[in-house]
């Protein structure tokens, strides 16, 4: 496994929309092993969409401290409800925003094994599968910020 570069702020791969994965091969799982890698490296990685590390596919990793998850093709077909959250995201260092976001999804997707599993989740990890679908579609978060918020004093006051 190797660590790849995070493309950042205006690297127009991150507007791209990533295309469906065909088969699970033994190159898709390098790929989710890198990718897995690479975000566990850095700083408050939650999450990562393969278009963030220069790759037009739809894959994504998230540990949000349940353990990791290797999704391939994943796409919501079911969402309720709304809450507000606060997120950062690896291609945006620094910037930190409140936003709203379905409490509740449940996400198709295939693992990396290419079997297919669903996932319903709510709080944490719904926010996180949002933001990393959004990513697929070519949409960062900086779009959907209501408020910049600066993370230090958050963390201050809880
Ligand atoms: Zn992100």
């Given at each position: 496994m190797a660590l790849r570069q995070i493309r950042t702020f205006d690297d127009e791969i991150l507007r791209k929309v990533c295309k469906p994965v065909a088969g699970v091969d033994g190159h898709i799982r390098q790929l989710l092993g890198d990718m897995a890698e690479t975000m566990y490296h850095a700083p408050n990685g939650g999450g990562l969409a393969a278009n963030q590390v220069?790759?037009?596919?739809?894959l994504v990793v998230a540990d949000m401290g349940e353990g990791l998850f290797k999704l391939v093709?994943?796409?919501?077909v079911e969402e309720s409800g709304e809450q507000t959250v606060i997120e950062g995201c690896l291609s945006f260092p620094g910037i930190w925003g409140r936003l709203k976001r379905p409490s509740h999804v449940v996400v198709k997707a295939l693992d990396e094994n290419g079997k297919p599993i669903v996932l319903d989740v709510t709080g944490e990890m719904a926010k996180c599968l949002c933001h990393e679908i959004d990513h697929l579609n070519g949409i960062v978060f900086t779009e959907k910020i209501l408020e910049y918020v600066n993370i230090e004093e958050i963390e201050e006051q809880e």
């Open positions: 220069g790759i037009l596919r739809r093709n994943p796409e919501i």
